[in-house]
């Protein structure tokens, strides 16, 4: 055979689409868009301030003392966890074990967090957690640490603790996300906040032409989607096309996760201007108010496995569609560019690490059989060739040796801890384990990738294979060779 790899480079790891669990792409016959943060990027820095600026300005409004108070980028990441209890931000492993946190904004040490959370496993079904779906969520868990730091100073009279402080935070941000003023700026100045992708469009164009229903279901109302939508795609297609052709069905206002649970009322949206009239069931290259996921299953004549549903919110858009309707869904991380390179920069460091690690589990099994030997003398029962004095020996030599790795250990591991976030490391890692983000990602998303259209490389004929779960025993002989 002639070697064909020109047809196709294969993507690099940060533009990869990656898999939970087996998808192939030619069975789905319909693949359903969330909107924000989804098809529409926002540069995360700048929508976030404003949206903080927004909310610190209605609560300086209502008389709270925010002067003073400025955007942390680096405040909150994606997958923390808010414990509205104790006024902390989390971050915990696979198992709920919390594994970094800070009241407020002030980190807390390894004994304090042991004090706090030795005995306390995360679990978000309890009201006690909010967890940090999105992006959206940043500005909500910047602010609430700050205000933390505020009520402790007795400075917000009225709040009545933290899980009201919480409240207040929520409340207040999501007036700020309803209201006009934040999204008509957005809508004034998109190249300030978008971060376009011109591969975009022909990603879904080939989608759509290779058979598939394409669909838009966004929770933004109609005059922000048309906005949003037409700055970022228009562009990039051929003369007279809109972005509305790329679509077979558009809902706006589509109120998820309600979408995904209960049956809607649906209206078609009649104009451009957003008039209204009722809908009598669905037809093509129309656009809607409301509606719900049935009545899509309903229309097209598909099951919940032929349909891929792509969101980057982790409860609403892929949790939820998962658990209710069994669809096939999607999670869109942009994290992951820069963190898969970041650990791709970090690659010597963490072999090194590795091999530092595997050298102290060695050393460490020596020193503990070293103090069984002596413990067995004193008991009456000695091995022949462990004198007291050598045991004494091995046991000092044994205990500098791994004084001397961990020195080199500590600043090893704690630069792996600063990937992706100066103070909360990478997202999909905690401490020595996979994060709790990351065991919701492994649960409710099929596939996870930074943009929609990474879907580009792996076309809609793709056969998505699962990773081989491993196990501690996949991992190889470890230390002892
Ligand atoms: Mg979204």
Known sequence: MKDW???????????????????????????????????????????????????????????????????????????????????????????????????????????????????????????????????????EGCMFAQLVDRLDEQRLPGVMGYADLYRLVKKTLDFAHMEGHLKAEIIGDPDRFIDLDP??????????????????????????????????????????????????????????????????????????????????GLHEGALFLGGDARLVEEHLGVSGEEILYVGDHLSTDVHVSKAVLRWRTGLVVRELEEELKALANFAGPEQELESLMAEKERLEHLHAHARLGLQRLKGGAPRAGLSPSRLHEALTDLRAALDALDERIGPLAAGAGEIGNRRWGPLMRAGNDKSLLARQVERYADVYTSRVSNFLHHTPYGYLRSFRGTMPHDAGPGPGG
């Not at 709270?64 to 405040?75: A, N, Q, T």
């Not at 414990?83 to 198992?95: H, I, M, S, T, Y």
């Not at 032409?209 to 228009?234: C, P």
């Open 199 to 280: 591969d975009l469009p022909q990603a879904l164009a080939d989608q759509r032409m290779a058979g598939k229903k394409v669909l838009l279901i966004t929770n933004s109302e109609w005059s922000y989607t048309r906005a949003m939508m037409a700055y970022a795609f228009d562009r990039f297609l051929p003369d007279g096309r809109t972005w509305r052709d790329l679509f077979d069905i558009v809902f706006v206002s589509a109120r998820k996760p309600a979408f995904f649970t209960s049956r809607m009322p649906v209206f078609e949206v009649a104009t451009e201007e957003g008039m209204l009239r009722p809908a009598i």
């Open 5 to 139: 790899s020109d047809l196709a480079p294969f993507p690099s790891p940060e533009r990869r689409v990656w898999c939970n669990r087996t998808l192939n792409l030619r069975s789905i016959r319909a693949i359903g868009y969330d909107m924000d943060y989804t098809l529409i990027h926002y540069r995360v820095d700048e929508w976030e301030r404003r949206a903080y600026e927004h909310l610190r300005q209605r609560l300086a409004d209502q008389g709270y003392p925010v002067d003073g108070l400025e955007f942390d980028p680096d405040g909150a990441i994606r997958g923390l966890a808010i414990d509205k209890e104790r006024g902390n931000l989390v971050k915990a492993n696979r198992f709920g074990y919390v594994k970094q946190a800070a009241h407020g904004t002030r980190p807390m040490g390894f004994d304090e967090l042991r004090t706090e959370y030795g005995r306390t496993v995360v679990d978000l079904a309890e009201p006690r957690w909010e967890f940090l779906n999105t992006f959206f969520s940043k500005s």
